[in-house]
């Protein structure tokens, strides 16, 4: 299931631009709290802390307990939208969605490919489509990844969403029809061809060559042309 954390935060009632710049001046950065049925919260955290915290999680799919000024109830969330400055590696803006306990969400789980291929140690490319597959579950459902053995994948073979098997109370959404990784036959063709065409190029007529630089070098022998 997926792991818990939790994060400390503050309400605000200044919005805009403005506010936003100084209140990440002071080393805090602005966040919005969402929900369904609710007013959006606008809120303040701890930059280094919440930065902290994101590079220890797996953001898309861990449940964060966001605790507002004193309450005693902290409220489940999972983050909807993290935003970072261009240049450097500091929070802009964080987005929070206030979830429903027991009540059945999407959200998207990061895929795991676990062993070497036997395709791959003959030779083969092993090419991952697709990184995350998207689920539907209550939160407390939610798997931290989904894992796939791809020992067994030969040269030619793959690995479709449809042969995917998930817990009874998790339910997969991703097109079942889609691949989710391929173990393809090296390109070797036309890495031949290449080396044919340069070997064709250094190959040519050295006379040519020397003709060539002769006649450079009379034009260049003339200085008064």
Not at 76 to 81: A, F, K, M
Not at 92 to 119: K, S
Not at 168 to 193: F, I, K, M, N, Q
Request: proline share 5%; aromatic share 4%.
């Amino acid at each position: 299931m997926t792991a818990k954390t939790a994060l400390s935060a503050k309400r605000r009632d200044e919005t805009g631009k403005g506010a936003a710049r100084k209140i990440r001046s002071t080393g805090q950065v602005p966040a919005v709290l969402y929900g369904k049925n609710q007013q959006p919260i606008h809120l303040t955290l701890d930059a280094r802390e919440t930065l902290h915290l994101f590079h220890s999680i797996s953001v898309e799919n861990t449940i964060v307990n966001v605790q507002i000024d004193d309450d005693k109830e902290e409220l489940e969330t999972l983050v909807r939208e993290i935003q970072m400055h261009p240049f450097r590696p500091d929070l802009v803006h964080v987005d929070f969605f206030c979830i429903e306990r027991g009540v059945a969400l999407e959200v998207d789980i990061p895929v795991n490919y676990v062993g070497t291929p036997h395709g791959v140690r003959e030779g083969g490319v092993l090419e991952i489509i697709l990184h995350e597959f998207r689920v539907k579950c209550i939160p407390s459902k939610i798997p931290e990844s989904i894992e796939i053995d791809i020992v067994r994948l030969d040269i030619g073979d793959s690995i479709h969403v449809s042969e995917i098997e998930m817990a009874d109370d998790v339910e997969l959404l991703t097109d079942p029809g889609h691949t989710a990784c391929l173990v393809s036959v090296p390109r070797v063709e036309e890495v031949e061809e290449e080396e044919e065409l340069e070997e064709g190029v250094e190959g040519e007529d050295p006379d040519a060559e020397a003709a060539d630089d002769g006649s450079s070098g009379d034009e260049e022998a003339d200085p008064e042309g």
